[in-house]
């Protein structure tokens, strides 16, 4: 792992779950915050309270992330239910979709964000994978630190 790496991602573990959350793909849409407060706090160090709630309430709050920034893998011996644990916020989502899915492109507001759900690869100029996810923000309005990713940038004006 990379130092750039090391800033931009981190993982936060307790006995059933294991959280991985990516910055450098963070949209800051807040649906985290807003769904789960107790858990999910910009205020606190770690941000992250991994025991904050049920790992039930995690998963569901974590599948909602438009982004892709957070997501989950169940541990070995999870008590969770592996179902549960197969939602869009899982790493291994990818994995459990049939090939030939559609994937949406929508825009919500002007100049807004463009919210990509499905199967998706985005590559830079040289035909590199910058990221292959079912969910993420792609900037609309050229605002943002890190294109081609939405990091809210267009919300400080």
Not at 30 to 58: H, M, Y
Not at 92 to 99: E, I, P, R
């Amino acid at each position: 792992m990379t130092n750039e790496t090391k800033k931009t991602k981190r993982e936060y573990r307790s006995d059933d779950l294991t959280i991985y959350w990516d910055l450098s793909l963070c949209s800051h849409s807040g649906k985290c915050i807003n769904t789960l407060p107790q858990v999910f706090d910009i205020d606190k160090r770690p941000w992250i309270s991994i025991n904050g709630a049920d790992t039930e309430k995690i998963i569901k709050t974590i599948d909602i992330c438009p982004s892709g920034a957070l997501q989950y893998k169940l541990t070995e011996n999870s008590k969770v239910d592996p179902e549960l644990g197969n939602g869009p916020g899982s790493i291994d989502y990818k994995n459990s979709q049939s090939a030939g899915s559609d994937t949406m492109v929508t825009i919500r507001m002007t100049n807004g964000p463009l919210l990509v759900k499905g199967p998706a690869r985005i590559l830079n100029l040289e035909g590199e994978v910058l990221r292959e996810g079912q969910s993420m923000v792609l900037c609309r309005c050229g605002k943002t630190k890190n294109p081609p990713f939405c990091d809210a940038s267009h919300a400080q004006e």
